[in-house]
């Protein structure tokens, strides 16, 4: 702990920087920590509080605003894998869209204080179209109260923070240790949580070749289109005639789906999770037949591609080809 003091004393703005950075970049370093220390050592005079407010500052523009970007960029691949990457990957996308739709610009700010959605909300947001100009305004607000937040708790409790420090400095190695190994029962327990999650034994799938064939044939079968609103906008992917009901609104839409015959969902979420909890949702409030397109809206895509890619031409066809064109610019040689 001695060594962190004395690297913030001496580096105070680059670490705070780099770890405000690191952490909206999405890696693994927690910043709000160095931000506590930093404001207690800002009142006691070891580090400027303007210096670090600004380190910490500029180090959230650039992390968001790069994710911003990728957002307008690449639209939904960005946070389809940001969330396949994430602990909780079965809420990770629908939080984000709650917070984007419901506050708009401001949820930049909320954002902050979510786990798993402080990272999603600015590659969305330029998804969604957010302009640079409204997002670098929002962003800067929500980095200087994120900031002062941890900075403030630092600077009140300043006199307890350097107590703490001591009792950790003297206890070393043993406290290191124990909070990895906190660490890793927390990653663990969320691991483990997310491959109950997946666990889809008691939930029927459909691949997409069968859907096909039943919807040509005739079948009455209701589609359901999970996406929010927000999602279909930054995603032209389609399923011809499914129904759009968000996730969050499928408990209050069950009087109308009662009637089918036969259900199928979909999602664009990592290993259709979102898909897999609805149709759990539907089967416990005793709705017919559910199942989940495998793959989701990304497999029936790939397949509409596949489908409409023109054939190669067969081997001897190709030969005829290759030989008509020699012909003719032989022709056009004489």
Not at 74 to 92: E, K, N, P
Not at 237 to 242: C, D, E, H, I, T
Request: overall charge neutral.
């Amino acid at each position: 702990m001695n060594d962190l003091v004395v690297l913030l004393s001496a580096q105070g703005a680059l670490v705070i920087f780099l770890a405000t950075a690191a952490t909206r970049l999405g890696a693994p370093v927690p910043a709000a920590p160095f931000l506590v220390v930093a404001g207690g050592l800002a009142m006691g005079g070891q580090l400027s509080f303007g210096a670090v407010l600004l380190a910490a500052v500029l180090g959230n523009i650039v992390g968001d605003g790069a994710w911003f970007l990728a957002g307008r960029r690449w639209g939904y691949r960005v946070m389809r894998f940001l969330c396949r990457i994430s602990l909780s990957a079965d809420t990770c996308v629908r939080r984000s869209e709650a917070i984007l739709g419901r506050w708009g610009g401001l949820s930049l700010i909320a954002a902050k204080f979510v786990p798993g959605v402080s990272v999603v909300a600015p590659p969305m947001a330029g998804a969604l179209g957010m302009s640079n100009t409204r997002f670098m305004a929002y962003e800067t607000v929500a980095a200087l109260i994120w900031s002062l937040g941890f900075l403030g708790i630092g600077a009140l409790f300043h006199t307890a923070i350097q107590d703490v420090l001591a009792v950790m400095s003297s206890v070393g190695l043993t406290a290191t240790l124990v909070g990895a190994l906190l660490l890793a029962a927390f990653v663990a327990w969320r691991y483990r949580a997310r491959r109950v999650a997946r666990r889809a034994d008691d939930v029927e799938h459909i691949e997409v070749a069968a859907l096909r064939e039943a919807m040509a044939t005739g079948r009455r079968l209701t589609v359901i289109d999970l996406r929010s609103v927000d999602a279909r906008s930054i995603d032209d992917r389609v399923l011809p005639g499914a129904i759009a009901i968000g996730y969050a609104q499928l408990p209050d839409r069950l009087h109308e789906l009662s009637v089918a015959r036969e259900l199928v969902v979909f999602c664009d979420c990592p290993h259709d999770e979102t898909s897999i909890a609805a149709a759990r949702l539907l089967a416990q409030s005793g709705l017919p037949r559910v199942r989940v397109l495998a793959g989701g809206i990304a497999a029936w895509a790939a397949a509409e591609a596949l489908a409409s890619a023109p054939a190669p031409l067969a081997d001897d066809e190709s030969t005829v080809a290759v030989q008509a064109t020699h012909a003719a610019h032989a022709v056009q040689a004489a």
